[in-house]
């Protein structure tokens, strides 16, 4: 996924929240319960509860449309994600922009104040995840 927000809080009740939610929810995840990691379950426990939903289908590279995508989201949803931010329980919202790590000696990436302006309205963080790109070469065989 390019772009997920994702709320959490130790004592956030996410299934109540949920219930009658317009958000499409990708993960649901309990405090208490063992966390994934890829489609391992491991034996760490979530000391949150919270969901995450997906923000932006674009590739890694496409910030620029990642950001469009963002803004839209934010928008459309500003109603619902209002009342996520003052459900009980939650500590925490981000949006997180997942961003291929170039091969620079130096990389840089803006926000516009339009992104920024409705995330702190909202009291939503930003976070910025580098993955690694990865070359034609690169990417793993697959058997057909």
């Known amino acids: 996924m390019s772009c997920l927000l994702t709320a959490s809080g130790q004592h956030f009740d996410v299934d109540e929240f949920l219930k009658v939610s317009s958000l499409d929810a990708l993960a649901v995840f309990h405090r208490?319960?063992?966390r994934a990691?890829?489609?391992v379950i491991t034996q760490r426990r979530s000391e949150h509860s919270g969901v995450s939903v997906r923000v932006?289908?674009?590739e890694f590279s496409d910030l620029v449309?990642?950001?469009e995508d963002a803004v839209e989201f934010l928008e459309s949803?500003?109603?619902e994600l209002k009342r996520l931010r003052d459900s009980p329980g939650v500590e925490r919202i981000d949006l997180d922009f997942s961003l291929e790590d170039r091969d620079l000696v130096f990389q840089s990436d803006a926000f516009p104040p339009r992104l920024l302006s409705l995330l702190g309205s909202l009291r939503i963080g930003l976070v910025v995840s580098r993955h690694p790109a990865y070359s034609a070469e690169d990417q793993p065989a697959i058997e057909q």
Do not use: F, P, T, V
């Open 32 to 34: 208490g319960e063992g």
């Open 37 to 39: 990691s890829g489609s």
């Open 56 to 58: 932006s289908l674009r």
């Open 65 to 67: 449309h990642q950001i």
């Open 77 to 79: 949803n500003d109603k």
